[in-house]
């Protein structure tokens, strides 16, 4: 199958690893892009040296394809920026922030560019920014989000009505049926972040792993909309944040509360109680830790198994 998407990236399959804070790092991003994917290391917890290291270690681990992800709204950007131009990356993908402010660089440099979004009108104003596509995130997905509450369902419509460039669709996504629909609704690839937070090859913590793979419906939640919109999953500090927010926390008290590094406490280093544990809705469909080859492979062969057998479906005239 070929595509816009798999065009533009050169890969086979049109499935793309999220970019995820100390989950997707050289070891996972050279996997996904072994197997046929897009993998992408995620930038946004990785202090600017250890972003080099990981890049070089990506380039040493594959020849094909694979992209650094940017949360724009997170410290050292400008270095972050440059050692991306130096070391030769060839995608990226920014978040959480203005396409205007890094998109023309970066394509100065012969980077192809993508943008995250979960509304139309940062759709709109990141195609005229010049990204050469679009990963429009819906509801479902984890960690940082948009405000707007809009599902994949019905984002993705939305969006592919409102750009000529191509769109990828991200939240909510974990197999191959799931990819079927985002097809139907007008997407060219999807960007799946959870169901590889739990490969053998992600950084995270096994006792995330764990607690991802345990999870059940109704066990992630959208938090702190008044600070910055995260998906999370329950334990013991999101319940806290919880309850400062039915008593009516402002900002400032919300991020009192975060205190520092709380991801890395949870993702990286396993407190599953203290920790904030950034996970899609889609956890709850996830049973078991594998190599992500496989997830790639399991994903890609059901969205074929799916397509056919709606292809066999019949319907009074
Ligand atoms: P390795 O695990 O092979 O480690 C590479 C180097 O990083 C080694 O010199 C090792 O030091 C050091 N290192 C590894 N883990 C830690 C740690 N928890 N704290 C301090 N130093 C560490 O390589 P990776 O490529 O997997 O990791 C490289 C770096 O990236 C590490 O700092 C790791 O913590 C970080 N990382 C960050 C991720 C993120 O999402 N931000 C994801 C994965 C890794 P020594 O030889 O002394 O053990
Ligand atoms: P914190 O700001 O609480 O702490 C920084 C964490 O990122 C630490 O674990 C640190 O590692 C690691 N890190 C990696 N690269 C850098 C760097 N260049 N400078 C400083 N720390 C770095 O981090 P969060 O992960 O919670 O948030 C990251 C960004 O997102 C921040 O800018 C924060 O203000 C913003 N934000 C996050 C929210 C959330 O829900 N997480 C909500 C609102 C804003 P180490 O511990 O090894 O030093």
Redesign the pocket.
């Known amino acids: 199958m070929n595509n816009r998407i798999t065009t533009l990236f050169q890969i086979k399959y049109p499935i793309i690893q999220a970019g995820m ?7 996972l991003a050279s996997a996904v892009s072994n197997a046929g994917g897009l993998g992408i290391i ?1 930038a946004g ?2 202090y600017p040296e ?1 972003l080099r ?2 890049i070089q ?1 990506c380039q040493a681990a594959t020849d094909l394809p694979f992209a650094v992800n940017v949360p724009l709204l997170y410290p050292n950007i400008e270095e972050i920026m440059q050692i991306i131009v130096e070391e030769g990356v060839k995608i990226v993908f920014t978040s959480a922030g203005n396409p205007a402010t890094w998109t023309g660089l970066l394509k100065e440099n012969g980077i192809t560019v993508v943008h995250v979004i979960a509304n139309t009108k940062f759709a709109t104003k990141a195609e005229a920014c010049g990204v050469d596509a679009i990963v429009a995130e819906g509801f479902e997905a984890g960690g940082h989000n948009g405000r707007e509450e809009t599902t994949t369902m019905c984002l993705i419509p939305m969006i592919a009505d409102a750009v000529q460039i191509p769109v990828i669709a991200a939240g909510g996504i974990g197999s191959g049926s799931a990819m079927l629909a985002a097809f139907a609704l007008g997407a060219e690839a999807v960007q799946i972040g959870s169901a590889f937070a739990v490969a053998e090859e992600s ?1 995270a913590h096994n006792n995330f792993k764990s607690g991802i793979i345990a999870a059940n419906e109704g066990d992630t939640k959208l938090q702190m909309k008044k600070l910055v919109p995260v998906r999370l999953l329950k334990n013991t500090f999101a319940d806290a944040v919880a309850v400062a927010e039915a008593e009516g926390a402002n900002p400032e008290a919300l991020k009192q509360l975060l205190g520092r590094a709380r991801a890395k406490l949870g993702m990286f280093e396993g407190n599953m109680e203290e920790g904030e544990l950034e996970i899609g809705q889609v956890s709850a469909l996830l049973k078991e830790i594998k190599p992500a080859a496989k997830i790639l492979k399991t994903i890609w062969q059901e969205f074929l198994t799916e397509k056919e057998r709606l292809n066999r479906l019949e319907f009074p005239a």
């Open positions: 804070v100390w989950c997707s790092g050289w070891r995620g917890s990785m250890v290291l990981h270690k950084s």
